[in-house]
């Protein structure tokens, strides 16, 4: 069984910079996509960038441009550098991965691994 656990959060100022790590158990890069979501107090958990076993990442419109995903299988890590932070980015981030087999994709039911979360909280 795969566990995820997050670290990094923190608090900044706007235009401050964040780096997210998610440690993974047991790392197995074949067929599996994982991704970064984040949950504000007020809406639903959604999805900001994800990686597949290819290294191929994707991005959402809010974060595209200011937040890099990367998966590093030596270290058994998968990192979220955020940059240009800003008050709407103040959110609970959590890291997921799908089931082997599984592809990438933005809802949260496509994931079946999470992490407990991490807090980054932005100041204007």
């Known amino acids: 069984q795969v566990h995820l656990e997050e670290s990094g959060g923190g608090s900044v100022q706007a235009g401050g910079s964040l780096t997210l790590s998610c440690a993974v158990s047991?790392?197995?890069?074949?067929?599996?996509?994982m991704a970064w979501f984040r949950q504000a107090s007020w809406m639903g958990r959604e999805g900001i960038a994800l990686?597949?076993?290819?290294?191929?990442?994707s991005y959402r419109d809010a974060v595209k441009g200011r937040f890099t995903i990367a998966r590093d299988s030596a270290k058994n890590t998968l990192v979220l550098q955020m940059n240009n932070l800003t008050p709407e980015d103040h959110a609970m981030y959590y890291c997921?991965?799908?089931?082997?087999?599984?592809?990438?994709?933005?809802?949260?039911?496509?994931?079946?691994?999470w992490g407990k979360g991490t807090q980054v909280t932005v100041s204007s």
């Open positions: 047991v790392y197995t890069a074949s067929n599996r996509c």
């Open positions: 997921a991965s799908t089931q082997p087999g599984s592809g990438c994709c933005w809802a949260p039911s496509g994931y079946t691994i």
């Open positions: 990686i597949d076993s290819h290294y191929f990442a």
